[in-house]
């Protein structure tokens, strides 16, 4: 089964509308929360009148950030430790009076439809003091007279440096010295379904449904933010429409799970509008670098180092992990024998930054691989030459983390398809020099990116397998479907290694905190490496127990038993079905035994995936407009287990890397802090129109850290596709733009301050 482009599990449901979402669940007379979000950027509540209100036909209830829970408690979709110096930063409460943002939740309504929920919204009034809002990270690490958090006087929640070799001295040898700034923007993770959730009680216990890549983590921290033991909360996840990070994170759950305790236990619902899911979810952080380096007359790199400035706006949710991993990033895949960097992430009263995918590899990456593309540029040398010149060869380890390495390494093999897919040689060499309107330019960029999160943070893994009476398997996992593929995989991982058809093996989607194994979710290209090491040792546990079985049933002696499409071997003949196996196993008189095998592993292990991309682009000088005429991502992710599905995520990462290049930026008012462009109208996403055909290869190489050879494809695809633009720009016009997305604005002053048009 590995390495089949077998249909997907879920594909039948998904395709007929019978798969069951969060929204189709909804119970019967459930009703419907509103929340009030403040509309000033910084300050604090004077009054709240909520009688209006609460005197609306229909309103259940209304609540304010007075009446609930002084408990604060962390957001982030990370593994809970038991070592404080591991635990999540707590700032936020279920609803607040201290105005961080322009949005922040100070109450909310509950009542038996949308429309009078909203109605009453309306009628709730508020009186602020206003605080001056300050949106750029590096203006509020000033301080400022009214501190975003009182225990960060600085606004700074964290930062973390490095420093490897003497990077002052390779600089000074150096024989050419660079410095360039980059910007990475705001962007929002446009996921299909918008968040929600839906909450009741049930035996003196709240059970929570919801859209979520993290049930197992939703549930700690809904008893942490109500304050009651973990234990007295279910969380159910159904089937999910889609994520990217934005549901790495607990949101509205633990808001939703205290409304139904206010009303008796009956449902509730807090279903978020999609100008709501802009705001009040999370959003990718806008990071600031400061880039110097150092190269000898050769183009070797001698000395490099960064300085990074990551916007975390009001909340601390993933605290300094993105910024910080980042800062990991830039010690893989190119040799320096000094390198040093420096990460600082600030708050600021923008809306709060968290997971998304790629977990601050994008920015990371736009900021070297531009400044890659720009070293080169300055010392006259092809960008691709630079990068093989100056790239690891074979195996290599992170200097501070060492279970963080490159156990494989096909990144050569990698640049090699992409260059003669994109002709490279031939197109720079025939796109240099341009003078005309219009220009072309071929560009492209490089990735590395690690598999899972240890040993930063915790990995573990549940899989529970039963041997049906058919002979089929039901299989049964803590990670989440999410809209990835991760069922079809894990199911193809089981019928491996149980030698049968996938079909055979029955997946159940639906998590349930009460019965599904325990696993940290759906993160970090994770799944298949880390819940997929639990799913094939599971189903090896079951294939002994079925053997050792099967030698009770099978006569005389026999060296040998296997097995094999529905089938015991024994010494190498068919000796009994599988079916027939199950059956006896089930009710036998003299010896029934329900076969089943359940696994919690922790996975100690991580593996670098690395990979590029390639554009062609054509460039109207005039009208500052990007077409991309041609683009292709070359991955090394190992083994592929299923090479469609590994096509399908990697044309998914290219959309949302050429979005990011091209377009995508959530602005915000710089004097309110307000959302400029929040809905899909003016939040400009890729469309079919702007987009031309997606290519998708692979370098295939066995990794010894993945269970089936395999390493990170998740998340890596929605890398390299923004820098890989901007440097095909940087081909077609000489201008290298420090900052994305390249809109026809940004283009159009570039070009005029060139003096180019």
Request: charged fraction near 20%; include cysteine; hydrophobic fraction near 40%.
């Amino acid at each position: 089964m590995i390495g089949k482009s077998v249909p997907r599990v879920d594909a039948y449901e998904k395709v007929t509308g019978r798969a069951k979402f969060t929204d189709d669940m909804i119970l019967d007379k459930c009703l419907v929360a509103k929340v009030c979000h403040a509309t000033i950027g910084n300050g604090i509540v004077k009054s709240i009148d909520t009688s209006e209100a609460e005197a609306l036909d229909g309103v259940v209830k209304v609540v304010t950030f007075k009446d609930v829970p002084n408990h604060c408690y962390p957001t982030p979709g990370h593994p809970w430790s038991v070592e404080l110096a591991h635990q999540d930063v707590a700032d936020r409460n279920l609803l607040t009076g201290r105005v961080r943002y322009y949005g922040d939740d100070i109450a909310a309504v509950v009542a038996e439809d949308e429309v009078t929920a909203s109605r009453a919204l309306k009628l709730i009034k508020v009186e602020y003091e206003e605080y001056p809002v300050v949106l750029s990270p590096r203006l509020s690490m000033r301080g400022s007279e009214h501190p975003i958090h009182l225990d960060k006087k600085d606004n700074i929640l964290a930062r973390s440096s490095f420093a490897i070799g003497d990077v002052d001295k390779g600089l000074e040898d150096a024989a050419v010295q660079i410095h360039r700034s980059y910007k990475t923007p705001i962007v929002q993770h446009c996921h299909i379904e918008n968040n929600i959730s839906y909450a009741y009680m049930e035996k003196g216990r709240i059970v929570v449904v919801s859209s979520t890549q993290i049930p197992h983590i939703v549930r700690r921290v809904v008893g942490q933010a109500l304050g009651i033991p973990w234990g007295q909360v279910r969380v159910i996840k159904p089937y999910v429409g889609g994520g990217f990070g934005n549901k790495q994170e607990v949101l509205y759950e633990p808001l939703n799970a205290f409304l139904t305790m206010q009303v008796g236990g009956r449902p509730v619902k807090i279903e978020l509008t999609r100008e709501e899911t802009f705001t009040n979810t999370r959003t990718r952080h806008s990071i600031e670098y400061e880039m110097t380096a150092g190269v000898d007359r050769e183009g070797h790199l001698l000395a490099k180092e960064m300085t990074a400035y990551s916007n975390q706006g009001a909340y601390a949710s993933h605290r300094h992990a993105i910024a910080a991993n980042g800062l990991t990033a830039s010690r893989l895949q190119y040799a320096c024998p000094n390198i040093r960097g420096e990460a600082y992430t600030v708050y600021t009263n923008c809306p709060t930054a968290g997971a998304m995918r790629g977990y601050g590899i994008p920015q990371v990456c736009y900021a070297t691989e531009s400044f890659m593309d720009d070293i080169a540029y300055e010392i006259g040398m092809d960008p691709l030459e630079f990068r093989r010149k100056n790239l690891i060869h074979g195996y290599y380890e992170d200097a501070y983390l060492k279970p963080i390495a490159a156990n494989s390494n096909g990144i050569f093999e990698c640049l090699d398809k992409g260059a003669a897919y994109i002709h490279w040689d031939e197109k720079r060499k025939a796109y240099a020099d341009q003078t005309g309107d219009i220009r072309r330019g071929v560009g492209m960029a490089l990735f590395s990116y690690k598999t899972g999160v240890w040993p930063i943070s915790l990995e573990i893994a549940g899989a529970r397998l039963s041997l049906n009476q058919d002979g089929s398997v039901q299989l049964q996992v803590g990670a989440t479907e999410i809209g990835q593929g991760a069922d079809t995989v894990l199911s193809q991982m089981a019928a491996e290694t149980l030698h049968m058809d996938i079909s055979r093996v029955h997946i159940v989607t639906m998590q349930d905190t009460d019965v599904t194994p325990f696993d940290t979710g759906a993160y970090a290209s994770r799944q298949s490496f880390v819940t997929g090491t639990a799913v094939k040792e599971c189903a090896q546990l079951l294939k002994q127990k079925i053997l050792d079985y099967a030698r009770t049933l099978v006569p005389g002696n026999v060296d040998r038993l296997e097995l094999e499409d529905g089938y015991i071997l024994a010494d190498g003949r068919q000796a009994i079905s599988l079916e027939e196996l199950a059956m006896e196993s089930y009710y036998s008189l003299g010896n029934s035994s329900v076969l089943t095998a359940e696994v919690s592993r922790q996975v100690k292990k991580n593996t670098v995936a690395t990979g590029c991309c390639f554009a062609e682009v054509e460039v109207d000088m005039k009208l500052g407009k990007i077409k991309v005429l041609d683009i292709v991502n070359v991955h090394d992710s190992g083994i592929l287990l299923n090479p469609q599905l590994a096509a399908m995520q990697v044309h998914g990462g290219m959309s949302m890397g050429m979005g990011c290049g091209l377009s995508e930026q959530l602005l915000l008012d710089e004097k309110t802090g307000r959302p400029l462009n929040g809905t899909l109208l003016d939040y400009k996403l890729m469309t079919t129109m702007d987009t031309p055909d997606l290519t998708a290869e692979f370098v295939e190489l066995n990794d010894p850290m993945g269970p089936y050879g395999n390493k990170a494809l998740g998340e890596p695809p929605a890398i390299p596709g923004a820098p890989a633009i901007r440097n095909a720009v940087l081909h077609a016009t000489g201008i290298g733009f420090a900052e994305i997305p390249l809109t026809p604005q940004r283009l159009i002053d570039g070009f005029t301050k060139a003096g180019l048009i």
